[in-house]
């Protein structure tokens, strides 16, 4: 299951993860009212305003602005809320976006230049490990640089009988070029990233980018989260996260009867659905335009 960014970045903090401030509104009266409580406990006046969909490139496509006034939090809220949000992740017609995030502006002037990176945490299925990914060159797509900087690309394996070890993190900081106040920090960062991927039985937790502030503290400035299904019972409160207008209607509309429909993805010619009798269950499967045999109607 999905989260947006605002829920994502909730857990996170839960597990002592360093997010920045932010409020999710609905309409442009609270995206106003997040923007002057964030402006006030921030002490800056400038906010981002962040269409929340479940899609990446949310920024290319125009859902992420900088105001630097609070009439320009409402006209950039103004301007995001309800558009139909196209990014390299959408189709073409794109998605509607119902949420915004009043955040923080977290990079501001200091004593030393800002820095940003990349790091996920999922399982590597080939050997049946979790394993930390990470890049010094964050804030951009992953695959940009697995393409073009392979080299910058670093992996962590962990070991699920010890967990994360503390010199695993230590090699990350050091990775990703880092020392002093930062590297301490990023140690502890990515401990609690871990933490939260366990402890939130996530099956994909992705921050990019991954920001070292002009005072050296360590940052999620963005984060895509995907709980894994199987494990949700043990997770209510992260079940009422869940948001049926960002998944597919027919999808939603098949699991209120109990039924799992799916498109193939690659060809979309084909769709299985399965019924599930309290007996037996039924598989039935389609082509396009063909109808099922009667028997089994």
């Known amino acids: 299951m999905n989260l947006h960014e605002y829920q994502a ?9 360093p997010v920045p401030l932010g409020i999710m509104a609905e309409t442009v009266e609270q995206a106003v009212e997040a923007a002057k409580s964030v402006q006030e406990q921030s002490g800056s006046q400038f906010c981002v305003v962040k269409a929340q969909i479940h899609a990446g490139g949310r920024g290319k496509g125009g859902g992420v602005k900088l105001a630097k006034s609070l009439e320009d939090a409402r006209e950039k809220a103004s301007n995001i809320l309800g558009m ?11 998605k509607l976006v119902r949420k915004v995030l009043i955040q923080q502006d977290i990079y501001y002037p200091g004593a030393s230049e800002t820095r940003e ?5 999922l399982l590597n299925r080939a050997l049946g490990k979790v394993m930390v990914m990470y890049s010094p060159e964050g804030g951009m797509d992953i695959e940009e640089v697995a393409e073009h900087k392979p ?7 962990i070991d699920r009988k010890v967990g994360l070890q503390p010199f695993q993190c230590r090699n990350i900081a050091f990775n990703l070029g880092l020392s002093g106040e930062s590297f301490k920090n990023m140690v502890k960062f990515v401990k609690g990233l871990y933490d939260a991927y366990m402890g939130a039985d996530l099956a994909l937790l992705e921050i990019n980018p991954v920001l070292k502030t002009s ?10 989260m995907r709980l894994d299904q199987n494990a949700l019972y043990r997770h209510p409160d992260y079940v009422a996260m869940r948001d ?4 597919d209607f027919a999808e939603v509309e098949a699991g209120q009867y109990n039924l799992i429909c799916k498109l193939n993805g690659k060809r979309r010619v084909a769709w299985l659905m399965v019924l599930v009798l309290p007996w037996q269950p039924w ?8 109808s099922l045999p009667t028997s089994l109607m």
């Open 244 to 247: 049926i207008y960002e998944e």
């Open 151 to 157: 080299d910058k690309i670093f992996l962590e394996v």
């Open 215 to 224: 005072d050296d503290k360590i940052m999620a400035v963005d984060c895509k």
């Open 117 to 121: 990176f990349y790091i996920s945490l």
């Open 283 to 290: 598989i039935l499967s389609s082509r396009v335009g063909e």
């Open 84 to 94: 139909m949000l196209v990014t390299p992740q959408t189709s073409k017609e794109g």
């Open 9 to 17: 970045k909730q857990i996170l903090s839960s597990f002592g993860v």
